[in-house]
């Protein structure tokens, strides 16, 4: 209770006395990385520092093992994931034909399972998720993010801003609040980014484990004591897709570190 009143009277704090500054200009956005200090950012340069490799190297395992009733592997279908993954990350969301509407990285990893393998979907948050979706983020490290660049996504990336715009909870903050206005100022001791997803999924130390977006976005919901939006929620995901269209032209880091 003490550090919920602690944490509360932090974020008052922060967003009671700040210039409201709006949607941050394309050319000021900036990787939560800068935001970072030396150590962290130290361990997510080295890839024999890095504990999100794990995953990744995880992640390769799985791509190439045949599972489900059609007995298929990923790499059956899209061979060497260095070449044929490089870029894909950075534009989901993607809109889903069949679907009628945009899916997350996961969601299309459990259709393949589903649809072409045959498999069971894959919980969300569950280390081969984690894993498998970290191997394929690594191979766009580097790459610009492109999310949202589809016209059929419009109305789901209006929607994502919304939510990032609207205030909720028992606090009655948006996540703009913190993110566009008070980004580089601290919060209970950590650093304010502007929340710019180019490290997903990342090794949070806090968690001491690799997590999503939406583990990261239910987690703030959390902490403004709103009602958090269930996994793989159409809220959820066109929150993340608003997020990736807001990052564009940041280039990917997956598996970055964050405290």
Not at 26 to 39: L, W
Not at 123 to 131: M, T
Not at 224 to 251: C, I
Request: charged residues 20%; neutral net charge; hydrophobic residues 40%.
């Amino acid at each position: 209770m003490i550090v919920w009143r602690a944490i509360t009277a932090a974020i008052l704090l922060v967003t009671g006395h700040a210039l409201l500054a709006g949607e941050i200009p394309p050319d000021a956005r900036r990787s939560g990385y800068s935001f970072m200090g030396p150590d962290t950012r130290a361990m997510q340069d080295d890839d024999t520092s890095n504990p999100g490799m794990l995953f990744v190297l995880d992640g390769e395992a799985l791509w190439g093992r045949k599972i489900g009733e059609a007995g298929k592997a990923c790499a059956d279908c899209h061979g060497d994931a260095h070449s044929s993954m490089k870029g894909v990350a950075a534009r989901y969301p993607a809109f889903d034909k069949v679907l009628a509407h945009p899916v997350t990285l996961d969601q299309r990893i459990n259709l393949c399972r589903a649809n072409h393998q045959r498999a069971t979907p894959l919980p969300y948050e569950s280390r081969d998720l984690l894993a498998l979706s970290a191997y394929i983020a690594h191979q766009s490290r580097g790459v610009a993010i492109t999310a949202g660049d589809d016209p059929q996504l419009r109305p789901f990336i209006d929607q994502g801003r919304d939510l990032f715009m609207q205030r909720e909870g028992q606090l009655n903050l948006a996540c703009t609040n913190c993110h566009d206005d008070n980004f580089d100022k601290r919060l209970a001791g950590a650093p304010i980014t502007q929340a710019q997803p180019t490290g997903y999924p990342l090794y949070r130390l806090e968690w001491q484990t690799l997590g999503s977006i939406e583990r990261r976005l239910r987690s703030c919901m959390s902490g403004v004591r709103a009602q958090a939006y269930d996994y793989g929620s159409p809220e959820l995901v066109a929150l993340e897709l608003y997020l990736m269209s807001r990052a564009r032209g940041l280039p990917m880091e997956t598996p970055a570190v964050r405290p």
